[in-house]
């Protein structure tokens, strides 16, 4: 498992980490340097912190400046992994008013990794992150729904960290989150999403107090709505999230239903419920309206006619389907198949080989090296009352993802708020922490936050998601100079079997009116339908297993000739 941690760090990380432990050692010896300074910044946060609607404002504006500032730097970016390619599909279709495209006639050409042609064209993926993707674009750019709602995942977070702890830790808390999740991560600087789950998370788990201390129907709307999020970005993680949460409260309730039944009734029960059931209406008629069933999800359809391979790590892989063209057959037949035997669960050992996966990804990511130190602080943060249920609802959500064979980052972005209100917490026991009388918790919980603020764009937590292939980064050059030539074009992909290459067919929600086409090039199948029926556009040819990928005018390989008897 640490070698797994390990093999994610890179020399310039293993420098800053030693420069931390350095510091780490010189603030047990000096916990009380620059005390002055620190203490000055210290008591202006607290101050600040008391305007508890300002601060969640302010977070999020904060974030929203910082990125944009560093757009010289780090430019808007260029999708490159097929879900990415997938989420936009979902945030054109909306952006144009539809829930799902028509399926398109030559939809064979147009079959693709993470979207369904029949019985309707459209993304594989809950609709949360499309709507985003979606305001993004009537905005301007796509982009500009993702640097919204990460900045919101970090306003959201204070608010929620500001309903379990007192309003200088929460606004620590909440600081943290922008500064680790909210600028440099793959969250704000991709189309994959994290922030919009996350905000999912932290409305359910920040509503939690509230309902219990205030019985606030607005608590419970909220709750509710955060469900709504959960269930329509990731449903699957929302549910291990939310079911303690829902039998905290049924046990709450059941201990009071003597003296307050009624008004727990009237002030959470029935807004919780209203606002699941419209979510809930939703959700079947966006199934409906994709799969024809109110009860079977876009993503289901995907995995039955597409892949082979389960989602669980207790169940058994299909046998290998045929496909025309050598990148799905690659994708589904070796990748997917390849990554389901590495970590599926069918022994000791293979149980321990997907922890090793799962555990050490987590605390890459949201933890390694700053955040991780305050939980030294874990024996007494585990007997900490306030907090036990953050740590039940971790373990259960753990347990629950450890049941699921796929594991990145984002799959735990419903978690988010939970993790940053417990290592908030720890900072606290840590801070509080005395040795021979000396008070070298002050020194190291400072050099946690100072490190936090120093190592925010140098740790690359993206890499952990691996790298595109070579070829993908041409596929953005090749659309922008199609899209400045004149005219419309149909551009065919022809995929080599021995060339390991990314995705390159990814369109336009409207297909036939798009500027231009991308479609494949099948194996023993003919091109002229297509090319007949986008009659009047330019054709061209890209081989993207052939580097530098070029644009070259298209002819059809010669039909095969029957070998003389």
């Known amino acids: 498992m640490l070698y797994t941690l390990l093999s994610y760090i890179t020399y310039k990380e293993i420098v800053a980490d030693l420069i931390l432990l350095a510091c780490l050692v010189f603030a047990w010896r ?164 994290g922030a919009v789950p996350a905000i999912g998370g932290a409305l359910v788990v920040g509503a939690l107090p509230r309902i219990l201390h205030r019985h606030r129907a607005r608590d419970a709307i909220i709750m509710g709505l955060g469900a709504s999020i959960l269930a329509s970005s990731r449903p699957l993680e929302g549910l291990f999230l939310c079911v303690p949460v829902m039998v905290l409260l049924i046990m709450w309730a059941f201990r009071r239903r003597k003296t307050c039944l009624r008004p727990i009734l009237l002030r959470f029960f029935l807004p919780f419920c209203a606002v699941a059931l419209l979510a809930g209406i939703f959700l079947g008629y966006y199934n409906w309206r994709g799969t024809g069933n109110p009860f079977l999800f876009p993503y289901v359809l995907n995995q039955r006619t597409y892949s082979t391979t389960p989602a669980f790590v207790w169940q058994n892989a299909g046998q290998p389907r045929h496909y025309l063209d050598p990148q799905l057959e690659d994708y589904y037949n070796r990748w997917n198949r390849d990554y389901w035997e590495y970590y599926r669960v069918n022994s000791f050992g293979s ?137 419309e074009h149909l551009v065919i992909v022809r995929y080599s079997s021995e060339v390991e290459t990314g995705e390159w067919v990814y369109n336009a929600a409207d297909i036939g009116h798009a500027k231009v086409v991308w479609a494949r090039e099948l194996t023993g199948v003919s091109s002229a339908p297509l090319l007949n029926y986008f009659k009047g556009r330019k054709v061209w040819l890209v081989e993207p297993g052939v580097l530098p990928v070029e644009l070259e005018p298209y002819s059809p390989p010669p039909a095969p000739t029957a070998e003389k008897q």
């Open 30 to 193: 000096m916990p009380l340097f620059a005390n002055r300074l620190f203490s000055v910044m210290e008591r202006l946060g607290t101050l600040l912190s008391h305007r508890k609607g300002l601060t969640v404002g302010m977070i999020g504006m904060v974030g929203i400046v910082i990125r944009l500032s560093l757009l010289r730097w780090l430019s808007i970016p260029i999708p490159e992994i097929h879900d990415e390619f997938s989420y936009l599909l979902a945030g054109d279709t909306f952006a144009h008013g539809h829930l799902v495209n028509p399926p398109h006639p030559m939809s064979i050409f147009f079959e693709t990794i993470h979207v369904n042609q029949l019985p309707t064209y459209m993304s594989k993926y809950p609709p949360a992150q499309g709507a985003v993707l979606a305001l993004g674009q009537l905005l301007g750019n796509p982009w500009i729904g993702v640097l919204l709602s990460t900045a919101g995942m970090s306003a959201v977070a204070l608010w929620m960290l500001q309903g379990w702890m007192p309003p200088q830790w929460a606004l620590l808390g909440g600081t943290l989150v922008m500064l680790r999740l909210g600028i440099f991560t793959y969250w704000m600087n991709s189309y994959w999403g």
């Open 351 to 487: 149980a321990m080989r997907h922890l090793a996966l799962l555990i050490p990804r987590f605390v890459y990511f949201f933890l390694w090296p700053e955040l991780f130190v305050p939980f030294l602080s874990l024996p007494w943060l585990l007997r900490d009352r306030r907090i036990r249920f953050l740590f039940a609802q971790t373990g259960f959500y753990f347990l629950g993802t450890y049941s699921v064979l796929w594991f990145l980052p984002h799959y735990a972005a419903p978690l988010m708020a939970t993790v940053f209100a417990l290592l908030t917490q720890a900072i606290r026991h840590l801070r509080r922490w005395r040795y021979n009388g000396r008070p070298v918790g002050i020194g190291l919980s400072r050099v946690v936050v100072l490190f936090a603020v120093l190592l925010a764009p140098i740790h690359e937590r993206a890499a952990i998601l691996g790298h595109p292939p070579p070829d993908i980064e041409y596929r953005a050059a090749v659309s922008a100079k199609l899209n400045d030539l004149p005219g």
